[in-house]
């Protein structure tokens, strides 16, 4: 099996070595990946400027792709130019940081996964809770694990996958759950600090909001200690409004 291992935190991201030393137990892997971090790009793509890329060394006589990109271009380019037949499958991650709720959507681990499955190509997103002892080979071995069923159950379906662990410094996790993306977004929130030239500037803080009581999804899951699974998909079409709006009557007469 030939796995192509990407993520957002960049090609010296500890998450991202994690990651590809777990999946080299299940195939070959390459790794191309962003040369500098990319958290929250989302699925942006470079259209305007060159990508160059760099042979980055990986540590342990190995070599990555380091590309000065977006997640979504490092996904393109491997599939396209780079890796010299098509993966089987694309892994994105271990990212520092669950990507759960509507962070789904800013997330640029999960874009990856997403550009994998634009091609066909089984995807996965794997991120851990954030924590300053965040066992990244912990969360990378239990991606592996249910990437092997996964792939096995998929039998050649395209799948999308998005896998968050909880934190493992306080313990072994609870289970593994299959659940919703939270619809929970960001409590928002701004800092207005003054640079030392005296210019105003904000910094975003803010974090997940909690699930509410009796919703079943990623939040709350991860909340009580479990690893989450969600199937993903990237058709943004409301189908169910499709058939209401079509009995809107609407014409440009008006
Ligand atoms: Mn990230």
Redesign the pocket.
Known sequence: MRILVT???GIMAPGLLALRRAMAQLGDVTVVAPTT????VAHSITLMDPIRVHRVSLGDGAFGYGVEGRPADCVKLALLELMPERPDLVASGV???VNAGINVLY???VAAAVEGAFFGVPAVAVSIEDSDAADFDGAAQIARRLVDQLLARAAGRPILFNINVPDLSQGPPAGVRVVTQSLKGWREGWEKRSDPRGRTYYWMIGDLEPEDVGIDSDVAALADRYVTITPLQFDLTDHARMEEMRGWGLGLER
């Open positions: 993520n957002d935190d971090p990319q958290s929250a990212n520092l940081g997330s640029g681990t």
